[in-house]
C-alpha cells in the first residue's frame, strides 16, 4: 500500500492565498493530482501531473511536486473555491491507487 | 462536451446484488480507460476498479476483489459495475470516472459523473 497525508482542514480569507499539502513517501517522483469536490456537484480535476491544469481552470491554481510533498495554490480565494480537495497518485511498485484523506477549504 | 451519467443505485439488504450502470457522451468512449471511484457517508475516496479501453484489462481494490465486476459496451457507451456479496461497508456514492489518457489508462480521473448512491441495509 501507499499513503498520502493531507490536513483536514484549512480556512482562509477571500483574497488570500490556500497553500493544501500532500505528504507521501518520494511522493516527488510520482503523477500526483488534486481534485475538488463541492456539494451537489461532480468532482472537477484541478491540477494532474503534479502542476498542469486542465483547461477552465483559472490560473491562480497552481500545484507543485517535489520531494516528499505536493502542493497545491489558490491564489487571490474566492467563495466559490471552497470545498474539499483530495490529493491523488498511483504508486506503481505497489500497484497502489492513493487518495489523501483530504482538505476542507472554509473560505472566511 | 464530456458527460457521464450514472444510474442504478438504491436500498439493498447485504448479500444482495446491484449493478450500476454509467451513460458516456461527448469523448470517444472506446479510446479511454474507465474506472469506478465510491466515497462512503463522511469518508475520503476510494478507487475501486478500472477496465481498458478495449476491454482486455480489469484490475480491482482488495476491499471488492472477487465480489465486483466491471465491464463496458462500447457499441453503447456505457460502463456498468455488477456488485455481488453487497456488504455495509460498501455503501457509498459511486463515481464513473474517464481516465485522462487515450489508449492507455494511468489513474488521472480527468471526468466524473455526480455519482449515485448505494446503500447496503436490513
Known amino acids: 500500500s501507499y499513503f498520502l497525508t493531507q490536513p483536514p482542514s484549512l480556512s482562509v480569507a477571500p483574497g488570500q492565498t490556500a497553500r493544501m499539502t500532500c505528504g507521501g513517501a518520494k511522493v516527488g517522483t510520482l503523477r500526483v493530482q488534486w481534485y475538488r469536490l463541492q456539494s451537489g456537484l461532480a468532482p472537477v480535476l484541478v491540477v494532474y501531473d503534479g502542476s498542469v491544469r486542465p483547461s477552465g481552470i483559472p490560473e491562480r491554481v497552481s500545484g507543485a511536486n517535489s520531494g516528499d510533498t505536493a502542493t497545491l495554490t489558490i491564489s487571490r480565494v474566492e467563495a466559490g473555491d471552497e470545498g474539499d480537495y483530495y490529493c491523488q497518485a498511483w504508486e506503481g511498485s505497489s500497484d497502489h491507487v492513493a487518495f489523501g484523506g483530504g482538505t476542507k477549504l472554509t473560505v472566511l | 462536451q464530456v458527460q457521464l451519467v450514472e444510474s442504478g443505485g438504491g436500498v439493498v439488504q447485504p448479500g444482495r446484488s446491484l449493478r450500476l450502470s454509467c451513460a458516456a457522451s461527448g469523448f470517444t468512449f472506446n479510446n479511454y480507460g474507465m474506472h469506478w471511484v465510491r466515497q462512503a457517508p463522511g469518508k475520503g475516496l476510494e478507487w475501486v476498479a478500472v477496465i481498458s479501453f478495449e476491454e482486455s484489462n480489469t484490475y480491482y481494490a482488495d476491499s471488492v476483489k472477487d465480489r465486483f465486476t466491471i465491464s463496458r459496451d462500447n457499441s453503447k457507451s456505457t460502463l456498468f459495475l455488477e456488485m455481488n456479496s453487497l456488504r455495509v461497508d460498501d455503501t457509498a456514492v459511486y463515481y464513473c470516472?474517464?481516465?485522462?489518457?487515450?489508449?492507455?489508462?494511468?489513474?488521472?480521473?480527468?471526468?466524473w459523473g455526480q455519482g449515485t448512491l448505494v446503500t447496503v441495509s436490513s
Open positions: 470516472v474517464k481516465d485522462l489518457e487515450e489508449y492507455n489508462y494511468e489513474y488521472l480521473f480527468d471526468y
